[in-house]
């Protein structure tokens, strides 16, 4: 094999390093995969066996891509490798041992829903009184105890840092928790964070099955390093613990380091060489998607950081246009300046499907997701449903819909199974009662709950108080505030915490909702709106040169790994973008410096950054916004500045010197309030 000939100098030296704990530090679009699938072959044509390999990586398809790419190279089978997640290597290595752990070697693998019954199943066991206080459903639970054991951290303090609404029902949660635990050992089940768990209790407690997977795996090589969790580190510790050398190599970027709400510890790699005395650490600066401009304004905002490796990204390419910081009056603006440059870009040459807008929240994509269907732009969402499909909008917007059609069945089953003790069949029965009425919500209103299922009467009296309350004109002709009615007064934010791992995500969506609805003077023509906004009877949808060629919406956290041709980055604004919960501390503000660096990372020959000038807060009143940090810190020759023109047609791009983003004197600042804005 050539070596020179397929490697440059930096992914040569990877691939010839001799035996040792070995760290890459792997720069964004350097060629990190091909150093590795290099570096396996290299192993192999250098005398190691195949079944010396331990290959863990983030997905079964990167480990199957990784081993087709080495047998493609060295033409031999390579299907003795141990390679795989790490949840799938655990289960493999825990089998021939589940008897010393007080399993059976068939043991069950709990998926996500298996997981979330037994939970709720347990809940039910110790009979917690669900119906006097809201209890964490079983996926909220889930969440809770996985964050536990990957992290490392005890059940109070998640509860107490994360959850400090359920910190009055801790001792429940502790018994649930508990008993879970029998119920897994019982039904000879493992659930995913148990396969990690139990690899790790397995090679502490015996010492000889320890030394017996040191002894087998000669080469440890892990991928995407920078996401490992606690636990994760751990087991690729304790695999080569009692090996005099140990050849583990670690490929990672600091800088990509993102994924800590999903309990990824961003110590393990900056640790690493303290962990592995005599760890020698590679750099891999050479990047191969972007243009000098985009590196250049990537690396400068990196460099803020304080705790980092240090390295700097040097293209191939040559170069290309400036990166573009584009002030927009407000969201509205943002969407259709969006809209409009995609189109103009598509024009150039370049398919919607290598475009795409990233944002930090997925709520910062709700008016570009109906200015696109407007302008018949077809896209596709990375980072979940549609804005207005996703479960807790629906479930707001129920209340909403009741209220216009008193009618709709399907809104008052919905709301009802919102609350504790009530079912598919008590809401049936419910109906049943009420529906053949001509105002089923004025019946209900007048029904004698104390027919209700004793748990559910309490719960059913409030929400009859709360549907009651929304049938004021005041809120018939106030959207807005009816949406922050049924959040705040009618308990659906209780529901969201008892519900969502993600809560305050959940709730940021639904103010979000509320901003959106400010200029409509009703709930019906609201309704109306965003319920046709997704048939748009009657417009052209543009001709795409694919039937699936469609412009790609993503949170920046779906986005890491991939690539485009341009990136928009939109809704960058001071204590949104970075999130203002995150900068609280040192090293959440660094974390969101690494989420704008992904970002901007992304593009490969246009990078716009777009924030909007102006808001409306939840009173309907123009706030100016600062211009998030992230863009103030930039050096000025690092980028371009564009001002949009106010004002019919649709906006034009004017270069010019822009006055300081986010001054109050600032001409484009002005608002239109006649527009829906976030």
């Known amino acids: 094999m050539d070596y020179a000939r397929e490697l440059n100098e930096e992914q040569k030296a990877v691939v010839f390093a001799s035996d040792g704990p070995t760290l890459v530090v792997a720069g964004a679009g350097s060629g990190k995969t091909r150093t590795l699938v290099y570096r396996v072959s290299r192993l192999i044509e250098d005398g190691a066996d195949p079944a010396s390999l331990l290959l863990l990586t983030f997905t079964n398809r990167a480990a199957r891509e990784m081993k087709r790419?080495?047998?493609?190279?060295i033409g031999a089978d390579l299907n003795r490798a141990t390679a795989g997640t790490f949840h799938s290597v655990a289960s493999r290595l825990l089998r021939p041992h589940a008897d010393l752990l007080g399993y059976k070697a068939n043991f069950t693998i709990l998926d996500s829903e298996d997981t979330k019954d037994l939970l709720e199943s347990a809940t039910s066991d110790i009979g917690v009184p669900v119906t006097e206080q809201r209890f964490p459903k079983g996926d909220l639970l889930r969440a809770i105890v996985s964050l536990c054991v990957n992290t490392g951290r005890p059940l109070d303090d998640v509860i107490t840092a994360e959850h400090p609404h359920f910190l009055a029902q801790l001792d429940a949660i502790r018994t649930v928790v508990h008993r879970y635990l029998e119920r897994k050992v019982a039904a000879n089940g493992m659930d995913y964070d148990d396969l990690l768990l139990?690899?790790?209790?397995?090679?502490?407690e015996r010492t000889e099955i320890r030394r017996s997977f040191g002894a087998r795996f000669r080469h440890v090589l892990v991928d995407e390093y920078q996401d490992v969790n606690r636990l994760q580190a751990d087991l690729?510790?304790?695999?080569?613990?009692?090996?005099?050398?140990?050849?583990?190599?670690?490929?990672?970027?600091?800088?990509?380091?993102?994924?800590?709400?999903?309990?990824?510890?961003?110590?393990?790699?900056?640790?690493?060489?303290g962990r592995h005395p005599g760890t020698r650490v590679f750099s891999l600066e050479t990047n191969y998607r972007s243009t000098p401009e985009i590196l250049g304004l990537a690396d400068a905002s990196i460099a803020r950081n304080t705790r980092r490796f240090e390295k700097s990204l040097r293209a191939t390419r040559p170069s290309g246009v400036p990166v573009v910081v584009v002030g927009t009056a407000d969201v509205s603006q943002q969407a259709e300046f969006v809209a409009q440059r995609v189109l103009e870009l598509r024009d150039e040459g370049i398919p919607l499907s290598e475009i795409a807008v990233l944002y930090r929240a997925h709520h910062q994509a709700l008016e570009l997701q109906i200015e696109l269907t407007r302008r018949g732009i077809p896209y596709e969402i990375r980072s979940g449903m549609r804005f207005f499909e996703q479960q807790h909008v629906k479930d707001v917007l129920a209340y909403l819909r009741l209220l216009v059609n008193p009618r709709e069945e399907t809104a008052f089953k919905r709301i009802l199974k919102l609350l504790p003790k009530?079912?598919?069949?008590?809401?049936?029965t419910l109906w049943a009662a009420v529906g053949?009425?001509?105002?089923?919500?004025?019946?209900?209103?007048?029904?004698?709950?104390r027919k209700a299922p004793a748990g559910a009467q309490g719960p059913l009296k409030k929400l009859a108080a709360t549907l009651e309350s929304l049938r004021r004109p005041s809120l018939q002709a106030a959207p807005a505030e009816a949406i922050r009615f049924v959040v705040d007064e009618g308990g659906y934010a209780d529901v969201a915490k008892s519900k969502f791992a993600n809560h305050r995500a959940r709730l940021d969506d639904l103010e979000a909702l509320a901003q959106f609805a400010l200029p409509y003077d009703g709930v019906e023509s609201f309704l109306e709106e965003i319920t046709l906004f997704g048939e748009p009877s009657g417009e052209t949808v543009i001709a795409a040169e694919k039937d699936d060629e469609r412009l790609v919406l993503s949170s920046i956290h779906q986005a890491k790994g991939l690539e485009w041709r341009a990136v928009f980055v939109i809704g960058l604004v001071e204590d949104r973008f970075p999130n203002v919960r995150a900068a609280k501390t040192a090293e959440g503000l660094e974390e969101e410096r690494r989420l704008f660096y992904v970002a901007a990372t992304r593009a490969k020959d246009e990078l716009v950054l777009v924030h909007p000038l102006a808001v409306f807060d939840r009173y309907g009143i123009v706030v100016v916004t600062e211009s998030s940090r992230f863009l103030r810190e930039l050096p000025e020759n690092l980028f371009e500045r564009w001002v949009l023109e106010a004002g019919p047609p649709l906006p034009a791009v004017a270069r010019a010197n822009a006055p300081r983003l986010g001054d109050a004197d600032d001409p484009t600042v002005e608002a239109d309030e006649d527009e829906p804005v976030n």
């Open 422 to 428: 009530v079912g598919e069949r008590t809401a049936a």
């Open 198 to 204: 139990n690899w790790k209790r397995l090679m502490l």
């Open 69 to 73: 790419r080495v047998e493609a190279l």
């Open 236 to 273: 690729v510790d304790l695999v080569v613990k009692d090996v005099g050398t140990p050849n583990v190599m670690v490929v990672g970027d600091d800088a990509q380091s993102i994924y800590s709400f999903r309990g990824a510890d961003f110590e393990a790699l900056l640790g690493f060489p």
């Open 436 to 449: 053949g009425n001509p105002d089923p919500v004025g019946s209900f209103l007048r029904l004698d709950m």
